[in-house]
């Protein structure tokens, strides 16, 4: 089946450290987007990407940045990871102006 | 601000008890309104997309409706395998590709 695969599921890291979370899909979707899940916040988008050479912030960019190296694969990176970034993070992908979201299975960070 | 309201937070029914979600959402035009199925350790499972007032959505046992204010997904005779996190969306009109989603309710079905 077509699916949208992110890995890790789990990561545990240091306050500082770089990480890398990656997205593929086998949908042959246009756009992906990258939210995180907090308890009682719901989600929210960090950024979004429409095709491979457009990438556009989101609410919450800040302390974020994402690459786009295919229309299959959309990695979302944390250059000096803390605390507070701690979350369920999903990466989900569209098609055209459809606006029905496929979410991957999410990946738990956790930040120390 | 856009807002988007869900209630009740938790749902706990005996199964074959019928009842409603609620979603109310404040906005500066609405563009679409998008009920998601939340299952421990997925991600979200797209249920519905409804864009007028007056517009119903069904899928076996759920039936999604909205309002110019609030969407409802009422759940006719629930079993334990409808227990999930139900998620609302909406998408409002503005200068990007923006949904805004509530915090869920969580329903627990009970046998």
């Known amino acids: 089946d077509a699916d949208v695969t992110q890995t890790p599921r789990n990561r545990i890291t240091k306050t500082g450290k770089r990480i890398m979370l990656e997205c593929s899909q086998t949908?042959?979707?246009?756009?992906m987007y990258w939210y995180r899940q907090d308890p009682g916040l719901g989600l929210r988008l960090i950024y979004y990407?429409?095709?491979?050479?457009?990438?556009n912030k989101g609410e919450i960019s800040d302390g974020y940045s994402v690459s786009r190296q295919a229309q299959a694969k959309f990695s979302l990176s944390l250059e000096s990871a803390i605390p507070n970034q701690t979350a369920l993070y999903f990466c989900?992908?569209?098609?055209?102006?459809?606006?029905?979201?496929?979410f991957g299975s999410g990946t738990q960070l956790s930040v120390l | 601000e856009d807002q988007v309201t869900q209630s009740p937070e938790a749902l706990r029914l005996q199964e074959g008890e019928s009842s409603s979600l609620n979603c109310s959402y404040t906005?500066?035009?609405?563009?679409?309104l998008f009920w998601y199925r939340q299952d421990p350790g997925k991600g979200p499972e797209f249920l519905f997309t409804l864009y007028s007032a007056g517009e119903e959505k069904e899928k076996e046992r759920l039936k999604a409706t909205l309002t110019k204010k609030e969407s409802f997904l009422h759940i006719t005779a629930p079993k334990p395998e409808d227990s999930a996190t139900y998620l609302c969306a909406v998408r409002f009109s503005g200068g990007y590709q923006k949904v805004t989603f509530g915090t869920g309710t969580k329903l627990q079905v009970i046998p």
């Open positions: 949908k042959g979707h246009d756009r």
């Open positions: 989900a992908t569209s098609l055209g102006s459809n606006e029905k979201l496929f």
């Open positions: 906005v500066s035009g609405l563009r679409g």
């Open positions: 990407s429409f095709d491979v050479k457009d990438i």
